[in-house]
């Protein structure tokens, strides 16, 4: 007999996702009725969820093959070097492939194969993590993709792709003096990309984020409207549809950047504090999925999809109320746009995957596992 139950999958998680994905829809469709960017994100949730569930049915043991890791990985990469000639440029940024009806973005998907790759690279090598050699190469792959995101220039990306690889190193096991390596490489590049790579209204943003207040007719505007609108939403909100600085086009961007802010305007505090109760539950259960995988393997892709999820989510929340610079970040399942949308679905679905083909593992399987026994 047919149940729920057999198909193996954590229902808890994909039903969490649910709320966040109708409030979104729900802050889109506010705008004047049901336009254009909630009948296509309607189109684009669905289907995420057909690559969710496909997904949940493939056994993904064959991504531990090195030969995998390095496909996804030249692929990716070929991706994002192939936009340089055939992308298409929005709002000063090559990050995009035009098909007409639809855009396509790598850098979503980028991100998905760093986490794959990582999790290759760190899980035969959890105890060898002292070593620097593993840091460094960890970080050749991922400063590939880094510099390729940020020369678009798309520097929320490439923010997000540094944070995962920051995150894995230290689940992985690094050391408090590789740490502060880690750190002074990171004030390294950041001193490269401000002097050679950022552009001047990127270097705004971030002397916005400094000085708040400084410019806000002019490269503070969002981010002072941003935080009008979440604070004007007080306890209960103004009511859907009936958002003033969101219907009165004071809010930039309210489909995508600053959905948060023009939820938060329409439902309040207590709309806010949902959200956030939502967020925790959907990374808990890839924590508790994480935490039951297999072998290591797992347990990393699911610690990596987790810093995925949570680093979008505090950078967006965080720009919304004027605590970091604007960078372009979606907010999971809530922001406009099909590749993001379907890539947060697609991780959700290859850790489903791993939770069915995986056999419960005792205490010393995965003690020899992390030590590299047989």
């Known amino acids: ?144 993709p880094f510099f390729l995101v940020a020369l678009q220039p798309d520097f929320g990306s490439a923010v997000i792709i540094a944070s995962i690889w920051f995150g894995m190193v230290l689940v992985s096991g690094i050391s408090k003096k590789h740490l502060a390596l880690v750190f002074a490489l990171a004030l390294v590049s950041g001193g490269i990309l401000w002097n050679f790579v950022f552009h001047e209204y990127q270097k705004q943003r971030v002397m916005n984020f400094i000085h708040p207040l400084a410019d806000i007719r002019g490269t503070g505007y969002n981010a002072f409207q941003s935080t009008v609108a979440i604070g004007s939403g007080e306890w209960f909100g103004r009511g859907v549809g009936y958002g003033t600085q969101s219907r009165l086009n004071f809010l930039p961007e309210y489909q995508t950047d600053f959905i948060f802010a ?49 680093t979008h989510f505090l950078i967006n929340v965080g720009m919304n109320i004027g605590l970091l610079p604007v960078t372009g970040t979606p907010l999971p399942f809530m922001s406009y746009g099909g590749s993001h949308l379907i890539t947060e679905f697609a991780g959700l679905g290859i850790l489903m995957g791993m939770r069915r083909y995986s056999r419960a593992a005792h205490r010393d399987d995965m003690k020899n596992e992390f030590l590299g026994v047989e």
Not at 104 to 114: A, E, G, N, R
């Open 1 to 144: 007999m047919f149940s729920f139950r057999s198909l193996k999958i954590d229902w808890i998680l994909f039903f969490a996702t649910i709320p966040l994905l109708l409030a979104g829809l729900i802050t889109m469709g506010s705008f004047g009725g049901k336009g254009a960017f909630f009948e296509k994100q309607v189109i684009w949730a669905l289907l995420s969820f057909l690559v969710f569930f496909g997904l949940s049915f493939v056994d993904f043991r064959f991504l531990r093959r090195t030969e995998v890791a390095v496909a996804l990985f030249a692929g990716g990469c070929g991706l994002l070097l192939t936009l340089f000639v055939f992308g298409s440029v929005f709002k000063g940024a090559q990050s995009w492939f035009n098909f007409g009806a639809f855009a396509f973005q790598p850098s979503d998907m980028m991100k998905l194969i760093l986490i794959l790759v990582l999790t290759k690279y760190f899980s035969r090598r959890h105890m060898e993590i002292a070593n620097i050699r593993h840091i460094i190469v960890s970080g050749v792959y991922t400063l590939i």
């Open 262 to 310: 023009a939820f938060a305007e329409e439902w309040g505090f207590a709309g806010i504090l949902l959200v956030f109760l939502f967020f925790a539950i959907v990374i808990w259960r890839i924590l508790e999925n994480a935490m039951h995988g297999e072998t290591n393997f797992e347990m990393l892709f699911g610690l990596g999809f987790a810093m995925y999820i949570a």
